[in-house]
């Protein structure tokens, strides 16, 4: 049996947070807790995209709760249900990947007047100009463009107290639309008349806070080298030596594990023959 083959360096790949988790350990000692919050800000966000496939799966099973309405004239509405609450899953997993991103900002400029452990009152003291007048503008520009951020910080709020809410196909349009009651939106229940419409919106309206954010924190990293995994090549792990601003593609940095590969014993790396990483480790 062969095996496994995996790559792991695959930096044309990564996005901006993704790069910042591989390189912030060359300059910042973070605790446990921002470790994590890192972590979170990516699988977060991650699990929105999977429950996002998951909500879309679920669309056409709205058809069965119409046809029992038709048939009984009542219904359960069991598919409503669970594809509302994979709706409200999204949401509340795409504001923990915002709060995670807060987290690693308090974490680095704790020093700073005005950064509070709280994602609500990080925004308030940036757009009131509570916060330190050398707190970084990047990071500044971030929150005073998140013009959303209170609307979707009220509905998440909201979220996290009450019961599920609704959701139903438009016959016309084949729009979903999401209904709750027990939230109000100016003394109105809240009506989203389509509902992937608005969460496509939310998601690239975090995704740019985040991109912003975690740009900007990348931009402040040492440009000396840090360990990378490579991958795992026919069952052994390869690791290479790069810098934050070599991080471009797979070719990058300088091969670590040609001190063991190359011995006569050994098995050579399957990607030795083109990688220019192992050409820098000979220059």
Known sequence: MKSATVRMYAPEQWGTLEK??????????????GKRAISGAINHFHKAVTLEHLALKIIPNLEVDEEELNKNGYTQAINSKELSAVVEAIILELYSSIDCTRKVITEIYSQYQGVPDSTRKYFQNIKNGKIDKNFPEQLVIAVTEASWYDGFRAIRDELT???TGSCSKDRDTGKIRYFHQGIKIKDKPL????IFEKIGQTFSEVNQFIGRVFAYLYSQLNDSPVLQFCGIFDGRMYTRYVSP???????????????WFELEENPTCIFASECGAYKNAHK
Do not use: V, W
């Not at 009506?191 to 389509?194: A, K, L, Q, V």
């Open 191 to 194: 009506i989203i008349e389509d």
């Open 20 to 33: 910042f988790s591989k390189f912030y350990s060359g300059t910042y000692s973070l605790s446990d807790r």
């Open 245 to 259: 601003s070599e991080a471009t593609d797979f070719h990058s940095g300088i091969c670590d594990a040609k001190k």
């Open 161 to 163: 107290h009450h019961d």
